[in-house]
């Protein structure tokens, strides 16, 4: 027989009264049950962990060490039952996020921010991946959550939506379109120098297939891999860019204008592994995003 945690209670409690009726009636239990408990430790660990000669009972020197290990045994269980705890009531974890670029120039930062707000106690472990990354970590257990755009994924990556994304010029203060509100017609992008992200980024393969299919081919005079390279590059030069209209909220500077024909919009979503265990972090952060638009003003709400 191996031992239960009910023998270690049991023991524990005879040793601190010294007495099997008061430990007894402390545990609610029939005093010749806990007796029999107690031997049947005895019989599964080959010693007598009490001496019963006297008039109070005692733990042996076998006794003693065995005890000090069933004390540290229950604590730690103890600490381990608060620790499930407090994950489940958000006071302490970890959530692993990864979004692709364009997200990070308007949608991470509120949203963890707001996540931060809410609950303080959980760390949060923030990277930005290209889509196909992004869904590479998840399925590896490496990544909790990823914000990316809706299409085809890999089998076993499940999505949520989250709302539709739209993409427009995008221009600072020196731009000849600066605080033009007429739509501007695509072929004109063809005299105009632009800034836009690497190939190597979904928001640019969009814009490629955009151009393409209307005939305009546009001068690209700068490529970055970062959103936050092109808001400053845009803002302080005459180049324009394309980039989702709401990057443009947190950049006084810059100003979206609309293209004709548009862009077509993106839906944008949350990822996760289908199979992946969901925690507490997760499950909130989810609710949160999923309730973005909401907000008021494009924010997350509180």
Do not use: C
């Not at 407090?86 to 979004?99: F, K, M, P």
């Amino acid at each position: 027989m191996q031992p239960e945690l009910r023998h270690l209670r049991y023991l524990l409690a005879v040793a601190e009264h010294a007495n099997f009726t008061r430990a007894a009636e402390e545990l609610r239990i029939a005093q010749p049950t806990l007796s029999q408990q107690v031997k049947q430790l005895e019989k599964a660990l080959g010693v007598l962990l009490l001496d019963r000669t006297g008039r109070t009972v005692r733990l042996t020197d076998a006794g003693e060490a065995y005890a000090g290990y069933a004390r540290r045994a229950l604590q730690d269980l103890a600490a381990g039952e608060r620790a499930v705890l407090d994950v489940r009531d958000l006071s302490r974890g970890l959530l692993r996020l990864a979004a692709t670029p364009t997200f990070t120039g308007y949608l991470t930062g509120p949203l963890v921010a707001a996540f931060h707000t809410r609950h303080p106690g959980i760390t949060v472990e923030v990277r930005e991946l290209t889509q196909d990354r992004v869904e590479a970590e998840l399925l590896a257990d490496r990544l909790d959550l990823g914000i990316a755009f809706q299409g085809d994924h890999l089998p076993g990556v499940e999505a949520t939506a989250l709302f539709t994304e739209t993409l427009g010029l995008v221009v600072g203060p020196g731009h000849p379109f600066a605080g033009r509100t007429e739509p501007v017609p695509a072929e004109e992008l063809n005299d105009h120098h632009l800034a836009l992200l690497s190939r190597d980024f979904a928001t640019r393969r969009h814009i490629d297939a955009y151009v393409s299919e209307h005939g305009v081919r546009p001068l690209i005079a700068v490529e970055a891999n970062a959103v936050g390279a092109l808001t400053e590059i845009v803002g302080r030069t005459s180049l324009a860019t394309v980039l989702p209209d709401a990057v443009t909220r947190d950049h006084p500077r810059l100003t979206p204008v609309p293209l004709s024909p548009a862009l077509p919009p993106r839906g944008v979503t949350l990822l996760r592994r289908a199979a992946g265990y969901r925690s507490a972090a997760t499950r909130a952060f989810t609710e949160l995003a999923t309730r973005w638009e909401e907000g008021e003003g494009g924010q997350p709400i509180g």
